[in-house]
């Protein structure tokens, strides 16, 4: 089931909501969710979703015995086991086929290529277990006891198929103490509207230039090229925050606090901050749970960093480019390092922002081309050896035409709405004339966002995949 789709809005999540709020106690309320979560999850692959359950079940065993040996071998051997189990699913349906093509590609060899549906979400959900096994073998959070407790944290649906990865510190004592109040509501509605624009009017619209631009590669021009893998960072963007700000959204509505996910990566001054506000999610957990690990016996900084960088990279797809996006960013990352933050900032505001803009364009451009063909072919356009010219008269028609839609695309990657609430927040006539606006802007985009939903073919948002 897709958060963009017309029955989701206008069926399910109602519904969902109506049963929540008529029950009464915090226990039948979570009842509802895990139902509904699981409905959520098997309207797609039903089969799939006995391997989230199984996910659960393993995982909450291994929580209670990790607490019952508490400091004994046990303990360590429990968090072993589990963490390897969540990794193994991982392995084994996202990675196999892809594991096995480099070994028959090395070795001429000939082994079956497993061809095994990716279950949605199975990224996110395993990140999720295993930061909650590793949290409960360092004590930093103690063992859910109720397995329906536990069932709904790895399963409600608002964050369960695209993220973002919520740790169970985040929200463990919502789950039997929350409410909503009527603040939470309307912030709930007006960020899940907001996240649903994004997508529809935003990110859906982008994406048709980055399918005529990237899409034919071999026929680009160097400015074209440009062009493409900046609108493509401009789509990914506001696919994924959309879905983000939905989930973030939804949650609220149900009385639970998820963490940010974006904080406009790209008002970046360097390559570190854009990480430090994309995805935020995924970069601490990896920086929390990976960063510090012993390799080889000792903590090697620079080492930890290129794993991170490298898991970073398998983790959005069994894919080399994905590999090499990770690494390419994991450089980046690495050189700044090694400059220092003093000297970083030392360097003039402008060349900053242009250096950090060009290998961000470049990265999403490495994102894109699963083909290592194509790849090489959009290189080659960027530095200008594309063969097809400086620019193209179809790249230009594509440019004046969609002129509203990229300048409305580059403005909403600036914190506008967070200046002008500064600003009001402590004014009682700008906030109440503020909130209005904000009332009747949602429901202007609602029912925009909805008029162009009438008519549209499925379009998932493209973490799904991930």
Known sequence: MVFSRLFFLYLFFPICIVVYAAVGNIKNKNTVLVIFSLIFYAWGEPVYVLLMLLSAVINYSAGLLIDRFRGRKLDGFTTFAAVFYNLLMLVIFKYSGFIVENINAVFSADFHVPELQLPIGISFYTFQTISYIIDCHWETVKPQKKFKNFLLYLSLFPQL?????????????????????????????????????????????????????????????????????????????????????????MGRIFGFHFDENFNHPFICKDITEFWQRWHISLSTFF?????????????????????????????????????????????????EMKIGKKRMKKIPVVIRQIYSKIVIVIGFGIFYFEDLGQLGTFFKTIFGFGGNGFIRLTEKISVVNNMYLLIIAVICCFPILAGIKKITEKSFPAKTVVSFATTFASAALLILSSIMLVDATTNPFLYFRF
């Open 161 to 249: 198929i695209a993220g973002p990865i919520v740790r169970y510190s985040t929200i463990e004592g919502e789950i039997e103490n929350r409410k909503t109040t009527s603040a939470d509501l309307a912030y709930g509605l007006n960020r899940l509207i907001l996240g649903l624009s994004k997508k529809v009017l935003l990110a859906n619209q982008l994406s048709i230039i980055v399918d005529d631009i990237l899409g034919g590669i071999e026929n680009a021009s160097f400015v074209g090229a440009w062009y493409g893998a900046a609108v493509y960072a401009l789509q990914i963007y506001f696919d994924f925050s959309g879905y983000s700000d939905m989930a973030i959204g």
């Open 287 to 335: 920086r929390d749970y990976l960063l510090y690990i012993p390799i080889f016996g000792k903590r090697r900084k620079y080492g930890g960093l290129f794993l991170v960088w490298l898991c970073t990279g398998i983790w959005h797809g069994a894919s080399w480019n994905f590999i090499i996006w990770g690494l390419y960013y994991g450089l980046f990352v690495f050189l």
